[in-house]
Structure formats: structure tokens, C-alpha cells
């Protein structure tokens, strides 16, 4: 059995058990909201305000969505910016490293070319 047929048999379970909560409680009852008074049967009064709550829900859930939607949005945005400068640093790192090599290479051709004075003291008694 597929999820689509679950979901088809809980769907009809959810129709029959509301059927019957209609018949059962088939009374009028009186409703009063603000300077208006009517009757309604009490299952539909209870559906409505059921139905009523679920979209109340649903809207506050939509209301989340949309803001999360805005921050993820911002937080992509922010991804980018600090993706660029993370790429520009590691050309900059780059740089600097080859700069470094180069004046490494410098300093050990300056090493070469100055003898400390006790090698030359000792080259000029030979």
C-alpha cells in the first residue's frame, strides 16, 4: 500500500468520524457576536471555529515563512559578500607569500656575500 492510499483511507477515517459528529450534535444553538443573534447547529458552530483557528494557524505560519524567507534571503546576500572577500584575502595571502619567497631568496644571497669577522680573521693567518 502507497502513502497516496494511507493518506486516501485517513482522509475518508477523518470524513466519517466528522459525518458522524455533524449528526450527533445537530442542535440549534443560539450565537451572539456583537449586536447580532442567530442560530446555528451546534457541529457547525464548532467546525466553523475549528476551520477558523486552522487558518489563524496556517496565517501565522505563512507570516513566519515570509520573514524567514527575507532573512534567508539577507543571510545569502551576506554569503556572497563575505565569498568575495574571503577570495580576495587568499590572492592577498598569495601575494604576500610570494613576496616573503622573494625576499628570503634575497636575504640568503646578502648572507652569502658578508663573512662574519672571525672567518675573515682566520682566512688572513693562513
Known amino acids: 500500500m502507497g502513502v497516496t492510499a494511507l493518506y486516501l483511507i485517513l ?12 449528526v450527533q450534535n445537530a442542535q440549534v444553538v ?3 457576536f456583537f449586536n447580532w443573534t442567530f442560530g446555528a447547529p451546534l457541529s457547525l458552530v464548532i ?3 475549528a476551520a477558523a483557528g486552522a487558518v489563524l ?3 501565522a505560519g505563512l507570516i513566519k515563512q515570509v520573514g524567514l524567507g527575507f532573512r534567508l534571503r539577507n543571510i545569502r546576500a551576506e554569503q556572497a559578500r563575505t565569498e ?15 613576496e616573503v619567497t622573494g625576499l628570503r631568496a634575497r636575504n640568503g644571497q646578502l648572507e652569502e656575500g658578508i663573512k662574519p669577522p672571525a ?8
Do not use: D, N, T, Y
Open 11 to 22: 482522509g475518508l477515517v477523518f470524513a466519517l468520524v466528522v459525518a458522524i459528529f455533524a
Open 30 to 32: 443560539p450565537i451572539s
Open 47 to 49: 467546525l466553523g471555529m
Open 57 to 59: 494557524a496556517g496565517l
Open 84 to 98: 568575495g572577500e574571503r577570495k580576495r584575502l587568499e590572492e592577498q595571502v598569495k601575494a604576500l607569500q610570494a
Open 119 to 126: 672567518e675573515e680573521a682566520g682566512q688572513a693567518g693562513l
